[in-house]
């Protein structure tokens, strides 16, 4: 079955670039009626949607991060990555990714990883 | 509206029926989805579309909606079922994804 895996440092300092990867296996990150996601949880908060990316490039971003965040994708390691830049404290958060099956008239995060914590400190 | 509103908290005694709502204007256009957190784990989706659950999700987790208001209801409330819950759907431009702010479920 498909599975994800989170990937980067732990640590970062602040002003920094955040940089997570992805790496989905058991399945094709090039299949049509999905596309990946990145969301994150600051420790003992909510969850919030960062963006997607469609293995055709295709990106969708929060709004209230879209300055700062770059989603990309390589195929041929079926992996899809987040780049934030000039990260605060305030981005510290438990990080996931997570498959989002979209068939057609409805959307559904089916399969998530297990997650990553990335702290921004100096 | 890129907004979903859910109660914080909601309680319920064990085997009753508990209902955990989601409000939103874009839930007139979108389907809402449901998520389960227990504490140091990833969600889990328990409910999408109209009304379906993943396999392995028990049948006393069921989903519907009217008008801007998508509700999780879950009939004969186990104890294992004590979690964050968490509505999620596009906003309004369709081009956008949001969470709801969660519920934090409670089985007396």
């Known amino acids: 079955q498909v599975q994800l895996q989170e990937s980067g440092p732990g640590l970062v300092k602040p002003s920094e670039t955040l940089s997570l990867t992805c790496t989905v296996s058991?399945?094709?990150?090039?299949?049509?009626?999905?596309?990946w996601g990145w969301i994150r949880q600051p420790p003992g908060k909510g969850l919030e949607w960062i963006g997607n990316?469609?293995?055709?490039?295709?990106?969708y971003y929060n709004p209230s991060l879209k300055s700062r965040v770059t989603i990309s994708v390589d195929t041929s390691k079926n992996q899809f990555s987040l780049k934030l830049s000039s990260v605060t404290a305030a981005d510290t958060a438990v990080f996931y990714c997570?498959?989002?099956?979209?068939?057609?008239?409805?959307?559904?995060?089916?399969?998530w990883g297990q997650g990553t914590m990335v702290t921004v400190s100096s | 509206s890129s907004e979903l509103t859910q109660d914080p908290a909601v309680s319920v005694a064990l085997g009753q029926t508990v209902r955990i709502t989601c409000q939103g204007d874009s839930l007139r256009s979108y389907y809402a989805t449901w998520y389960q957190q227990k504490p140091g784990q990833a969600p889990v989706l328990v409910i999408y579309?109209?009304?379906n659950r993943p396999s392995g999700i028990p049948d006393r987790f069921s989903g519907s909606s009217s008008g801007n208001t998508a509700s999780l209801t879950i009939t004969g409330a186990q104890a294992e079922d004590e979690a964050d819950y968490y509505c999620?759907?596009?906003?309004?431009?369709?081009?956008?994804?949001?969470f709801g702010g969660g519920t934090k479920l409670t089985v007396l």
């Open positions: 999620n759907s596009r906003d309004s431009s369709g081009n956008h994804w949001v």
């Open positions: 997570a498959r989002l099956w979209s068939p057609g008239g409805y959307d559904a995060f089916d399969i």
């Open positions: 990316i469609y293995y055709s490039e295709s990106t």
């Open positions: 058991g399945g094709s990150i090039s299949s049509s009626s999905y596309y």
């Open positions: 579309g109209k009304n």
